[in-house]
């Protein structure tokens, strides 16, 4: 078990600690909502539809509030993660294991993501070839999650959000010489689709905002910061930061992926090869200058670093709580690296692997959704900090959304339509 930096546990003198200080979980399980599978699905969208989607990233991330805060909050109250408080629940081993297979899926498509976005980068920067900038990728993470194990919760916290800043610096620097226009960008908030490939770009930003495994970190990020055990009275306390931390995190990673959006509309329409990071990438430099180009890249390379040790992370704590099963973090790194240096080695197209993982993604939410309200709207669960129904109502409807969304997918998907 990592070790607790947080707030001692109710055995222990709490001692006074300033809220700023608190803050960092949120932003850690942030990184999720900006990883390269983000980049990806934004900059295509951008490119292909122009400011059709910016409704759907506004709502994922409005959404993507709700769930993190959520998730936050049964880590805070129960001292438990997502994974541990379903496994408990889960009597029959045969159960836990069917219900780790498909999480265990889910965080697989992540690491894909992750990796292919972090190789496509060094590519782009220093012309590695993308089997070894998966390689060089994944060793980066293993050396964060060093950070992680050894110095515990708040050193990981502090170089995971400096990477955020990269991202956000990368990926928002394009809009100062290219501003969208207003007019257009607010139009694409009414909700709309086109056709099949608009639908499908929606749930592969929906897979890639509100995604499962960072469902699933946040609740183990607020237990490992926080303790198993925090005194009863100082509970209002963290949730009170917990609000403004969620509300700080999806704040950057909204005006992130926002911007990603609406530069590639500004600026990417009728490009050729924009459906690809790379033909993205050198559109970008030809038309705002090879510094626009480079903090593209180098934001992209930050995400991948960062994006990938979360995601080794959650994996972990979803074998934990599901199998219970620990194994170390670095191992673990070591087998889910696999894939996607195969995909890597194989020839597939880093853009169209990047786009189906957040598809994929999309598919992974009821499963970590629903349980999660249903154990957040329980007073045995949580008591007095049990969700307001007006809470539990509105996350139904959100679930219900997404959900209805991947059944058209799959629909269109099969039939052609």
């Given amino acids: 078990m990592p070790k607790n930096l947080g707030l001692a546990a109710a055995d222990h003198p709490v001692p006074r600690v300033r809220g700023a200080a608190l803050l960092g979980p949120a932003l850690v399980a942030g990184v999720a909502y900006v990883d390269p599978g983000n980049v990806a699905s934004n900059m295509t969208a951008g490119a292909r539809y122009g400011y059709l989607l910016v409704w759907v990233v506004v709502a994922a991330n409005v959404i993507a509030w709700l769930v993190q805060y959520l998730s936050a909050k049964l880590g805070v109250v129960t001292g438990q993660s997502l994974p541990e408080a379903i496994g408990a629940r889960l009597r029959r081993p045969l159960a836990r294991r069917a219900y780790w297979l498909q999480a265990e899926v889910v965080a697989m498509a ?48 502090l170089v995971v959000i400096g990477l955020l800043l990269v991202v956000a610096i990368g990926f928002l620097a394009g809009l100062l010489q290219a501003p969208p226009d207003p ?188 349980p999660l309200l249903v154990l957040t709207a329980r007073r045995r669960t949580l008591g007095s900090h049990a969700n307001h129904p007006g809470t539990t109502i509105v996350g139904v409807i959100a679930a219900v959304l997404l959900i209805a969304l991947n059944a058209v997918l799959l629909w269109l998907l099969f039939t052609g339509a």
Avoid: C, K
């Fill in 110 to 157: 992540t690491d894909i993501a992750e990796v292919i976005g972090g190789a496509i980068a060094l590519q782009l920067l220093f012309h590695v070839p993308l089997l070894l900038g998966g390689a060089i990728t994944g060793a980066v993470s293993m050396l964060l999650l060093s950070v992680q194990g050894r110095g515990g919760a708040r050193p990981f916290e």
């Fill in 183 to 370: 007019t257009a960008a607010l139009g694409g908030l009414m909700p709309r689709f086109t056709d099949a490939g608009s639908v499908l770009l929606a749930a592969s930003i929906l897979g890639a905002t509100i995604m499962p495994h960072a469902i699933y970190a946040h609740s183990a990020l607020a237990r490992d910061r926080f303790g198993t055990a925090p005194r009863a009275a100082l509970v209002a306390r963290l949730l009170r930061i917990t609000r403004w931390d969620v509300t700080l995190a999806m704040v950057v990673a909204g005006a992130v992926n926002l911007g990603m959006l609406l530069l590639a509309a500004a600026t990417l329409p009728g490009a050729a090869g924009t459906d690809t990071l790379e033909g993205a990438h050198t559109a970008l430099t030809a038309q705002l200058g090879p510094v626009i180009g480079t903090l593209f890249a180098l934001g992209l390379l930050a995400s991948g670093f960062a994006s990938t040790a979360v995601g080794a992370y959650a994996g972990s704590e979803i074998m934990h709580g599901l199998l219970r099963v620990r194994i170390p973090l670095i191992t673990r790194r070591l087998v889910t690296l696999v894939p996607a240096l195969v995909i890597l080695g194989a020839g597939v197209d880093p853009t169209v692997a990047l786009v189906i993982s957040q598809v994929a993604l999309s598919f992974g939410i009821p499963f970590a959704l629903v």
